[in-house]
């Protein structure tokens, strides 16, 4: 069974950390890359970071060191640590795998940035 269950989403303020975390089926867990794109409303969907299978990671720009892409193995999650949050993160957030565009979709989980 295909499975990608994103987790760790809530409103914050301006400045603040978040972790969203991805649990990963087995079955696609070596589809690389795997990743994290987000929504917001009226826009498209963009990648905002990705990671292939020897640890290589890509950020679009909006991120500038802000964010980090981690996989750990012992429980097939992909993390996203997100630091120093803009109101301007706000959207639905997508783990994703299998290409690029990804061919799996989690179900999305929400974060919301407002003072």
């Known amino acids: 069974q295909v499975q990608l269950v994103e987790s760790g989403g809530g409103v914050v303020q301006p400045g603040s950390y978040l972790r969203l975390s991805c649990a990963v089926s087995?079955?696609?867990?070596?589809?690389?890359?795997l990743g994290w794109y987000r929504q917001a409303p009226g826009k498209q969907r963009e990648l905002v970071a990705a990671i292939w299978r020897l640890g290589v990671t890509k950020y679009a720009e909006f991120v500038r060191g802000r964010f980090t892409i981690s996989r750990n193995n012992n429980n097939n999650m992909v993390i996203l640590h997100m630091y120093r949050l803009e109101p301007e993160d706000t959207a639905v957030y997508y783990c994703?795998?299998?290409?690029?565009?990804?061919?799996?979709w989690g179900q999305g989980t929400q974060v919301t940035v407002s003072s």
């Open positions: 087995e079955s696609i867990l070596n589809l690389y890359p």
């Open positions: 994703s795998a299998g290409g690029v565009p990804p061919h799996y």
